[in-house]
Each structure stands twice: as C-alpha cells, then as structure tokens.
C-alpha cells in the first residue's frame, strides 16, 4: 500500500533520506523508530505528499503521491506540529476538509463528539492546550475515512486514557476498513502494542524492517546450568550474546523457546529457562549488539 | 475482562492466551460462550489485531476454543483441553515437588499434604 523505491532526498549537502526502500502492507500497522534526526518526519512528509524527492520513487496504492489528487483524498496526515487556520475552530476545520476530503463522513464527526468531548468544537484551535490540539487533530482525520493514515509522534502529549481511546479508533478502522496506517514513535513500548511490522532508521537509512511475530519467534533469552561446567553447546544453535555469572549462562539465541528447550534439553541441564525478549531487547540483538552504541538509536 | 501488564516481559499475544484460557479453564466463559470478536478486542485493548487474531488461532489450535465463519469464536467443550491443562499443571506439580524436596521437605510429608488438600476440597463439594 505504502511504498518507496530507493528515496532519496538531499536539502542541499545533507542528505537527509538515504536511498530508503520502505515496504507497507495493506492493512498492517507500521511502526518507524529512530533517534531525533533519523530522516522519519522527512520520509513521512514525502508519503504525505508535501515534500519532493530528490531521487527514487514514492508510491501510494502504486502511484505517485506527489501533486496527485486523487491519491491524495486517501490520505489522512497528522504532522507533529500541527497547522491550523489563524481562528479556525474545530468546526471550521471540518468544513474545510470537508470540502477537500470527498468521503469526508459527518455522521462519525458528530458522533466522535462523545469521544472528544473535552474538546469545544467552536473554539479556536490555536488557544486549546497541546493535547487537546491533538484530539481535534484526530478527530477530523478519522472522519476523513483514509485508506493510509500517516501519524507522526501522534500521541505525544495525549494523556494515558485518551492516548488508548485514539488506538482503540484506530484499530477498529484497521479491523473494518483495512486501513493501512504508518506511525513514527520514539516509544517502543506503545509501538509492540500497535504494530505488526517496524523499521528502524538511522541517518537516513532504513536499516532495519520486519515483522512483530518473526522477531518475536526467533530470538530468545536461554538460561542455562550444566552439569559439567566445559559442555559445549550443540552444533546450529546461533548465539548471538552469552553471559556468565557463576555458573548460570545466559544466552541470545535465535531460534524458538521451544526449539531451544528441545535442543538445550538434550544436554540434561541442571536448569533451564527460557524468557521472552521485550521488543526493546530483540533490537538491541538483532541490530547488533549492545557494544554498537544499538541502545542510543532506540531510546 | 482481559488485563493486559506492561511490565510483563511475555509478548502481548501470548498473555491474551494465557488470560483467555485461565478464563475458559475456571469456566468464568463457560462451554459454548461467545469470545469477544477481534474486532471488539482490539478496540477496547488498542491492540493491533493480528495479535488477537494469532492468539485466537493457537487457543483454537490447542483445542480451547473454535471458530464459526461468520458467527465468532466460541470456547469448547473440550476433554482434549482438560487433558492438555492436566499436563502442563501436573508439571507444574513436579516443580514444585522436587523444589520441597530440594529445601529438605520429607516426601511423606509432600504427600500428606496433596492429600490434605484432596480431602478439604471433597468436604467442601460434599457441602
């Protein structure tokens, strides 16, 4: 639904996105995360249509974005710092897109009013507070019915229970509508919850996409006793990090936790345990290693 | 219904699965009973439903619940999955076990104790 081919986009000497092949499936929930400066507000403004690639190719449903209407009225974009009219209320706003938007939907706008009900339509969007900004923000683009819903850092500053009301929206739309959303977020944590697939981007590059479930299945965390303190660990098991405190092991493994009791079984331990890696753990790992600096990018 | 910890270190589907079979198993959804649908999961949890999706699939695969094309999912009335929860308890039992016996508890006494058990329970359907 969501792609690019090779984009690049340089602002004079600084490349600010670095040949960045993204892949988003239709109805999947894709997550983006990278340190301040990465390249994923540019890369979300390209998708949106606001910003003119330098090289490479940016593709919604399979066409161009940019300066495409009709690709366009699909999508709905909710930047970081978001722009209103001077004065505009949020009703105003609904006109407005209203008139943009052709599937704009006026029966969801009133009846979202219960869920945004903190927020006073008719008052001017400038004077509400950061996080009631956000919820007018929301409000209108769910009821602009998008195919893609782009969100940049959406939930800051949202409060905890409005943050799980907006998702909640989200992934109902995501269940009936298949809509295919991409959100950057610098925490992981609300990330594993949402999303089935994640890239992680560094200086311009996407260095990294897969889905949730493979890297949930293939990496975990075995601690292990032996018997005899020299047993060797059998042949194919790959690991990637070992540690040794006494006598327990503690090893990054990639494999299944039940091919890794199956196989570790085998050498009749002491004790074995297998635990499951957080998200925020598995990155580390898979980008390589702690010793890289890999935890800086993710915080 | 469903309560989800963010401390848990277990990925999000798999502590829907432990928590729905816990449900099913003490019978708080009773055979038959209506599983929330997908849709209505994902919603109220803010869960990308894929991971609902899955940890339906492997509870269905396991035998705890099944699913009707068009209608939702139900939970069984399995002997399978009783017979599936009576393993994985039973070695639970034995962890358990060979922990007392390792901190010095006498067999006989382990025993005496299931036994204890047994009899307070039968008094107490026996009422």
């Known amino acids: ?299 | 219904m469903i309560r989800l910890n963010y401390r848990d270190s277990r990925p999000i589907y798999e502590q829907i699965k432990d928590n729905l079979r816990k449900l099913i198993v003490s019978g708080a959804i009773s055979a038959e009973e209506k599983l929330p649908s997908v849709r209505e999961m994902a919603t109220k949890l803010a869960i990308n439903p894929n991971t609902i999706q899955r940890a339906y699939r492997e509870l269905e695969n396991e035998g705890y619940i099944y699913t009707v094309p068009g209608k939702g999912s139900f939970a069984a009335l399995g002997s399978d999955m009783s017979r599936q929860r009576q393993e994985e308890l039973f070695q639970k039992l034995e962890e358990v076990a060979v922990e007392l016996m390792y901190i010095g508890v006498a067999p006989g006494d382990i025993l005496a104790h299931v036994e204890a058990v047994v009899q307070k329970e039968e008094k107490k359907t026996d009422d």
């Not at chain 1, 009709?70 to 009703?91: G, L, N």
Request: one cysteine or more; proline letters at 4%.
């Open chain 1, 1 to 299: 639904m969501i792609e690019t081919k090779e984009l690049t986009k340089r602002f004079d000497a600084f490349t600010a996105l670095d040949k960045v092949s993204l892949h988003v499936k239709p109805g999947s929930v894709y997550g983006l995360v990278g340190p301040n400066g990465a390249g994923k507000t540019t890369l979300i403004r390209h998708l949106a249509g606001a910003l003119r690639q330098t090289s490479g190719e940016v593709l919604i449903g399979g066409e161009p974005v940019f300066e495409n209407n009709a690709v366009k009225e699909r999508i709905a974009f909710i930047p970081d710092d978001i722009f209103y009219f001077m004065q505009a209320s949020t009703r105003d706003m609904m006109a407005f897109y209203r008139g943009i938007y052709p599937r704009f939907n006026m029966e969801r706008y009133h009846a979202l009013k219960d869920v945004f009900k903190t927020v006073d339509e008719k008052r001017n969007i400038r004077r509400l507070s950061k996080g009631m900004q956000k919820q007018s923000a929301f409000w209108l683009a769910v009821c602009m019915m998008p195919d893609v819903l782009l969100l940049d850092e959406p939930v800051d500053g949202l409060d905890p229970i409005m943050r799980r009301q907006v998702w909640g929206l989200i992934m109902e739309d995501v269940v009936e509508r298949g809509t295919t959303v991409l959100v950057s977020s610098h925490n992981l944590r609300e990330l594993e919850d949402v999303c089935d697939y994640m890239g992680v981007m560094d200086e311009g590059k996407l260095i990294f996409q897969r889905s949730v479930t493979d890297l949930q299945e293939n990496l975990v965390k075995v601690q292990v006793v032996f018997e005899k303190e020299d047993t060797q660990l059998p042949e194919g098991i790959e690991v990637l990090h070992r540690e040794k405190s006494g006598r327990i092991h503690t090893l990054i493994v990639r494999c299944s936790p039940q091919e890794a009791q199956e196989r570790l079984g085998g050498l009749s331990p002491i004790l074995l345990d297998t635990i499951p890696l957080s998200l925020e753990e598995i990155f580390i790992y898979e980008l390589g290693g702690v010793e890289r600096g890999i935890k800086d990018i993710l915080l």
